[in-house]
Structure formats: C-alpha cells, structure tokens
C-alpha cells in the first residue's frame, strides 16, 4: 500500500472522529428546532450529492471508498441533526452508532486494496471496530438513562423529604404555642403559616 493511500485512511479516519467530537458536544447542547432540523437534512442530502459528484473522476476501489465516505458524512450528519433534535440519549446513541457504521463502511472498502490474509485481518479489525463502536454507545445511553432516571428519583425523594421535614417543623410550632398558652386565634395563625405548607 502507498504512503498516499495510508495518508488518506488516516485522514478519513480523522475526520470521522473529529466528527464524533463535535456530535458528543453537540448532543449535550440545547435542543434544536424542528425548521434547523430540517434544514440540517436537506444540507446533508446536498452535500451527498456534492461529495457522490466528486467521486466521479474516480475508477475502481478509489471510487467505492470515495462513495462510501460521502454515503457515511451523509448519514453522520443527518444521524447527528436528529439527535440535536430530538436532544435524548436514545437518539445520541443512534448518532453514535452512525459513526461507528459510516467508519466501518469505509474501512471495508479500503480493505478490498489489500488481499490474502491481509484483507481477513482487516475485515475482522473493522468489524471489532463497528463492534465497540455500537456496544460503546450502548453504554452511555444507558448510563445517561440511569443518570435521568437516578436525578428524577432524587428529586422526587428531595420533595418528599422536603414535604416531611415542613410537616415535622409544623407540629413542633403548634406545640411550642401549646407551651405558651397561646390564645387559638394566634395559635391558628401560626399553623397556618406558610412556611410549612398549610394554607
């Protein structure tokens, strides 16, 4: 293989995970609206067709890997403008899985230069690649479920504390102006203070 050749895997294979980079940040950022979702689509299928049009002055394998690179940016892209919009782990997973599927497309292709053994290792490094990729994306997925399903129990049980502790804070009030011989009037008054939650 050519030292052109290999400088061009690794640039690709560069640009995928420079790529998923800015899908990480991206996904952690402020959803996006349904009309720049849209509009992310439509900038994907264009680019395709730009990138698809560029390949033409290509022949043979060069050609295929060229195809493979535009189809895999085309599907990264719309893969990460769904999971900007839709702004839930699930969809960051299915971005994620996009990368790993757009890198493995590429890495197949490329592994039809080599042959003979060569090629089986290849194959078998992108598929373990594709492999980790998807199994990775599980993982945080699940993680960040965990993460949301972890802060809704947390503040239902701070709210829950929070109602306890007004609750505990209130009965000792009314029995301090028992203490006191306080008349009902104020007596009523206190307990219906709306620092414990009573009206």
Same mark, same amino acid.
């Given at each position: 293989? +050519?030292? *052109?050749?290999? !400088? ?5 294979? *560069? ?9 990480? %940040?991206? !996904? ?21 067709? @730009? ?10 394998? =060069? ?5 493979? /690179? ?6 990264? #892209? ?15 997973? +299915? =971005?994620? @899985? ?8 590429? #890495? ?19 598929? +373990? /690649?594709?492999?980790?990729? &998807? ?7 699940? !993680? ?5 399903? $972890?802060?809704?129990?947390?503040? %239902? #049980?701070?709210?829950? =504390?929070?109602?306890? &502790?007004? /609750?505990? /804070?209130?009965?000792? $009030? @009314?029995? &301090? ?12 008054? !206190? #307990? ?8």
């Amino acid at each position: 293989m +050519s030292k *052109l050749m290999i !400088a061009l895997f690794v640039t690709a294979g *560069l640009g995928f995970r420079r790529r998923q980079r800015g899908a990480d %940040e991206l !996904a952690h950022d402020a959803p996006i609206s349904k009309a720049s979702y849209t509009q992310a689509v439509k900038d994907a299928d264009a680019q395709y067709k @730009i990138d698809k049009d560029a390949c033409a002055s290509l022949s043979g394998n =060069a050609k295929d890997i060229c195809v493979a /690179e535009a189809k895999g940016k085309a599907s990264v #892209a719309k893969a990460e403008a769904e999971a900007a919009y839709k702004h839930n782990p699930k969809a960051r997973e +299915s =971005a994620r @899985i996009a990368h790993a599927q757009a890198n493995y497309n590429v #890495a197949i292709e490329k592994c039809d230069d080599l042959a003979g053994n060569r090629k089986d290792v290849c194959v078998k490094e992108a598929k +373990s /690649e594709l492999v980790k990729g &998807k199994a990775n994306a599980k993982v945080d997925r699940v !993680a960040a479920d965990t993460n949301k399903e $972890a802060a809704t129990k947390q503040a %239902e #049980a701070r709210k829950d =504390a929070g109602a306890d &502790k007004r /609750e505990a /804070e209130y009965k000792v $009030a @009314i029995e &301090k102006c028992d203490a006191l011989a306080v008349p009902q009037r104020m007596r009523a008054s !206190a #307990a219906r203070s709306p620092q414990y939650g009573k009206p």
